[in-house]
T-cell receptor, first 113, second 112 residues
Framework: EAQVTQNPRYLITVTGKKLTVTCSQN?????MSWYRQDPGLGLRQIYY???????DKGDVPEGYKVSRKEKRNFPLILESPSPNQTSLYFC????????????FGPGTRLLVL | AQSVTQLGSHVSVSEGALVLLRCNYS??????LFWYVQYPNQGLQLLLK??????LVKGINGFEAEFKKSETSFHLTKPSAHMSDAAEYFC??????????FGKGTMLLVSP
């Protein structure tokens, strides 16, 4: 089944404790992206990757890191989480090109205490 | 630069009534436009998209949207609402690359 998977789905952590949220897709998509969703703000892009070893900042990159060493995986790293990073995170992937449909993972709900 | 404005954070309709969710966009190049739906505790699912072919686009679950360049709009409609349509709807724009810019979303509430 074609899908985007994220792990973990739910995470509670404390300020400053490094964490990684994994994202994997099995559709051979070049493009992958991370978004955060906050009430009243919609989805905002954190980082994106056009292909392996090619990443770029989105609209809200502060406090996050990413890497793209393999085509299928695009982990999101929070090196020193803070409470304002409490949010719902979505990973998405697509073939490259503006008209291509992005496929979303199920989301990761993060609470930083 | 590109942006999306969705008018109304919440829209309430009765079951069987017309659904109209408004979306206006801004883009410096011809846009690609999308509507996504998010059911409670789920990820986003594509409803429909405009990619410069027909201006009236039909999607899943009876939804459709019309691209109006003169009005920079891409409103979503459905003739008759069903209880199962209750969800949050997001309009999004893309301009030449894969980067999507989303609106803030409209929560559709359907009452019996």
């Amino acid at each position: 089944e074609a899908q985007v998977t994220q792990n973990p789905r739910y995470l509670i952590t404390v300020t400053g404790k490094k964490l990684t949220v994994t994202c994997s897709q099995n559709m051979n998509h070049e493009y992958m992206s991370w978004y955060r969703q906050d009430p009243g703000l919609g989805l905002r892009q954190i980082y994106y990757s056009m292909n392996v070893e090619v990443t770029d900042k989105g609209d809200v990159p502060e406090g996050y890191k990413v890497s793209r060493k393999e085509k299928r995986n695009f982990p999101l790293i929070l090196e020193s989480p803070s409470p304002n990073q409490t949010s719902l995170y979505f990973c998405a992937s697509s073939f490259s090109g503006g008209a291509k449909t992005q496929y979303f993972g199920p989301g990761t709900r993060l609470l930083v205490l | 630069a590109q942006s999306v404005t969705q008018l109304g954070s919440h829209v309430s309709v009765s079951e069987g009534a017309l659904v109209l969710l408004r979306c206006n966009y801004s883009s410096s190049v011809p846009p690609y436009l999308f509507w996504y739906v998010q059911y409670p505790n789920q990820g986003l699912q594509l409803l429909l998209k405009y990619t410069s072919a027909a201006t009236l686009v039909k999607g899943i679950n009876g939804f459709e949207a019309e691209f109006k360049k003169s009005e920079t709009s891409f409103h979503l409609t459905k003739p008759s609402a069903h209880m199962s349509d209750a969800a949050e709807y997001f309009c999004a724009v893309s301009s030449g690359y894969s980067t999507l810019t989303f609106g803030k979303g409209t929560m559709l509430l359907v009452s019996p």
